[in-house]
Antibody, heavy 120, light 110 residues
């Protein structure tokens, strides 16, 4: 359903780039938002940001200056770019589908996650 | 935007009930009825258990229930089973399209 991909190792100060390929549903259907969440080793979950089919984005204020999420409907993919990475960005990165509840969108389908390490 | 506060750990015996609290502020938990709860087993992706404070997605056992009072949301698991042993995270809407998670609670079934 959702599969994250990207380099497992990124050097400090460089840009982390991940893709999430969606299968079984078309992003262009407009029924969902699509989000990224990360989890540092041994720590809790952190919401990174979300996007819908039209490109409307919302970002975690603490990451907003370094993060960009985009959608490529021709590939049925969403992408995450995070610049100026440090060791604090080492984490498992998950992408997920967000369905609409009463008023906001909740993540109900998740990818398996991809581990990204930041090290020289 | 600060992380929501959860106890680091809770425990209970099979068959018992436990409650996990999630405390925020009037800018997140207290300001909106948009709280969700996730269950995460080791090395697995999280699973949505509760949304809109009290609603269960299809397929989630009715042993799981959610509530909220003021700035604190709660997840109650009744009839504890061994497979409930996992980490649990609360998540709240925090305005302007943003979400904030709690630090997580490790549930041990004794």
């Amino acid at each position: 359903q959702l599969q994250e991909s990207g380099p497992g190792l990124v050097k400090p100060s460089e840009t982390l780039s991940l893709a999430c390929t969606v299968s079984g549903v078309s992003i262009s259907s407009g029924d969902y938002y699509w989000g990224w969440i990360r989890q540092p080793p041994g720590k809790g979950l952190e919401w990174i940001g979300s996007i819908n089919y039209s490109g409307t984005t919302f970002y975690n204020p603490s990451l907003k200056s370094r993060v960009a999420i985009s959608v490529d409907m021709s590939k049925n993919q969403i992408s995450l770019k995070q610049s100026s990475v440090t060791s604090a960005d080492t984490a498992v990165y998950y992408c997920g589908r967000q369905f609409r509840g009463s008023a906001i969108y909740y993540m109900d389908v998740w990818g398996k996650g991809t581990t990204v390490s930041v090290s020289s | 935007q600060s992380a929501l506060t959860q106890p680091a750990s809770v425990s209970g015996s099979p068959g018992q009930s436990i409650t996990i609290a999630c405390t925020g502020t009037s800018s997140d938990v207290g300001g909106y009825n948009y709280v969700s709860w996730f269950q995460q087993h080791p090395n697995k992706a999280p699973k949505l258990m509760i949304y809109d404070v009290t609603k269960r997605p299809s397929g989630v056992s009715n042993r799981f229930s959610g509530s909220k009072s003021g700035n604190t949301a709660s997840l109650t698991i009744s009839g504890l089973q061994a497979e409930d042993e996992a980490d649990y995270y609360c998540c709240s809407y925090a305005g302007s399209g943003t979400l904030v998670f709690g630090g997580g609670t490790k549930l041990t079934v004794l």
